[in-house]
């Protein structure tokens, strides 16, 4: 197969990357375009504060969404690309065959624990795009199996036609980024959640809260601003959990700390979420660049939380997870068995098994438990 760029598609990618640019919502959008013009590769790009962080904006398409968020949890410290690509001259299309061999490919665990399982991904093309003086970083990569090897030209022919209009409409979400756009959004994004939320730096410092959350403070009994306007719990126990996901919410190396703890509200056993921000720039001078968080505590409304949150909070087996999942989703134990082709008597062992580990006797009390277990947006207010 013989690929050739369609004129008239990296024209509407154009149009995408300005819009992109100036709202970062929009690059999963640019990501899936740019990945469509060669289907059977895979497109990443990544917006971030250095090569080897994960930070801003992620995205990627032509993978399997799972493999994607092992990527992100697991596999980007060990990937052993990014030493070269730190190295690589700014806004210049690089081809891997030009900086590793084959058999060195082969070499690496990850290769043969991400790589090969995500697409056989054996040949690739790759641009950063680096900010003058402030240490961002624009990632642009195509990932190609040995059977879409023919499209290796084609993709570094679109990522030299395409760096200008990339760069530029990174210098716009930079000028953004400087002013402190991301923490202005962050705030609005607090005022919308429907229970106790904070944002916070590496350090701890409140960046902002919603009114629920001044509330939380107020009673003092769960949390208090200590010193330097910095949250912290009165649980010892709560507050070295909430360090440990802080520092894995904030730096790439510890993203395997786990996704939530609980914490005991008047009696009731209420989740602590901490989520990864993009970086802001927030007000204070010399501030630009920090790393920020989201801290979610608690919530009503019933939602359906991922396997690997549900795995941290309550050590659930994959299998468990999954059941509790489909049964917090309202499905029936004979669907979900023959979903996982599998016996009705043995889901039915698994979610009793869950149910034992999250301490309720009945399906209602589980589907309470999970209610609070991620932000969720109050958009009746």
């Excluded at 992109?20 to 959008?29: H, I, K, L, N, S």
């Excluded at 996901?245 to 790439?252: H, K, P, Y």
């Amino acid at each position: 197969m013989t690929d050739r760029l369609d004129s008239e598609a990296v024209l509407d990618i154009i149009e995408h990357i300005y819009a992109a640019g100036v709202d970062p919502q929009g690059w999963p959008e640019v990501a899936e375009l740019c990945q469509q013009l060669l289907p059977g590769c895979g497109f990443s790009l990544l917006l971030s504060n250095a090569v080897n962080e994960i930070d801003g904006v992620a995205c990627g398409a032509g993978y399997d969404p799972k493999t994607i968020e092992e990527y992100v949890t697991h596999y980007h410290a060990m990937n052993p690309y990014l030493p070269i690509i730190d190295a690589l001259p700014s806004d210049q299309v690089a081809h891997v065959r030009d900086y590793v061999s084959r058999d060195w490919l082969l070499s690496q665990p990850f290769y043969h624990e991400w790589l090969k399982p995500a697409g056989d991904f054996i040949h690739g093309v790759t641009m950063p795009i680096r900010s003058n003086g402030t240490g961002r970083l624009l990632r642009l990569t195509y990932d190609i199996p040995s059977a879409r090897a023919d499209a290796e030209g084609v993709a570094a022919e679109f990522l030299g036609r395409t760096k200008t209009h990339f760069r530029r409409a990174f210098e716009v979400a930079g000028r953004l980024h400087q002013g402190g756009e991301a923490l202005r959004l962050g705030q609005a994004l607090l005022d919308k959640i429907a229970g106790p939320a904070f944002i916070v730096d590496a350090s701890a410092k409140i960046a902002g809260m919603n009114a629920r959350a001044l509330n939380l403070l107020r009673d003092g009994r769960v949390t208090r601003p200590a010193s330097g306007d910095r949250l912290s719990f009165f649980s010892a126990r709560a507050e070295s959990l909430f360090q440990r996901l802080l520092q894995g919410a904030t730096t790439i190396t510890q993203v395997s700390a786990p996704s939530g703890f609980l914490v005991d509200i008047a009696g009731v056993q209420n989740p602590v979420i901490v989520l990864p921000l993009p970086s802001g720039a927030p007000g204070a001078p010399g501030a630009a660049g920090r790393r920020l968080a989201l801290v979610q505590i608690g919530r009503r409304e019933p939602v359906v939380p991922s396997s690997e949150l549900l795995r941290s909070l309550y050590n659930l087996t994959r299998a468990e997870a999954g059941v509790v999942q489909r049964v917090a989703a309202g499905e029936a134990i004979k669907d979900i068995a023959e979903a996982n082709d599998t016996s009705q008597s043995t889901v039915r062992n698994q979610l009793q098994s869950a149910m034992q580990k999250l301490g309720v006797h009945r399906q209602a009390e589980l589907v309470g438990v999970l209610a609070g277990l991620t932000p969720r947006l109050s958009l009746d207010e």
